[in-house]
């Protein structure tokens, strides 16, 4: 079994800068890639941005510029660094991993986090 543990979530003022950080844990061979979701109220869950083992990003439109993704792959965490937070960046903050679980044949897996909620409000 693999866990991914965010931190960093919280309130915000429009603006504001916030990190986050999910760390992986457990039976992990190695990690392909990791990313950040988000979901807001009635809205679907989307991909703000995400990276490959080899450092390769990609980011949603809407944070372009304003947020950094990355990663330390010795200490299987991925990071998102948020800065210029907007109001409509509220949503719950999911973190996800694409890996090579070795129990007990090394098989893929993809695992989320539990999320944390960012909230960016005056």
């Known amino acids: 079994q693999v866990q991914l543990v965010e931190s960093g979530g919280g309130l915000v003022q429009p603006g504001g800068s916030l990190r986050l950080s999910c760390a992986a844990s457990g039976r992990i061979f190695s990690i392909n890639a990791m990313g950040w979701y988000r979901q807001a109220p009635g809205k679907e869950r989307e991909l703000v941005a995400s990276?490959?083992?080899?450092?390769?990003?990609n980011y949603a439109d809407s944070v372009k510029g304003r947020f950094t993704i990355s990663r330390d792959n010795a200490a299987n965490t991925v990071y998102l660094q948020m800065s210029s937070l907007k109001p409509e960046d509220t949503a719950v903050y999911y973190c996800?991993?694409?890996?090579?679980?070795?129990?007990?044949?090394?098989?893929?897996?993809?695992?989320w986090g539990q999320g944390t909620q960012v909230t960016v409000s005056s």
């Open positions: 996800k991993a694409d890996l090579l679980e070795a129990v007990p044949d090394i098989s893929r897996r993809i695992y």
């Open positions: 990276i490959t083992s080899g450092g390769n990003t």
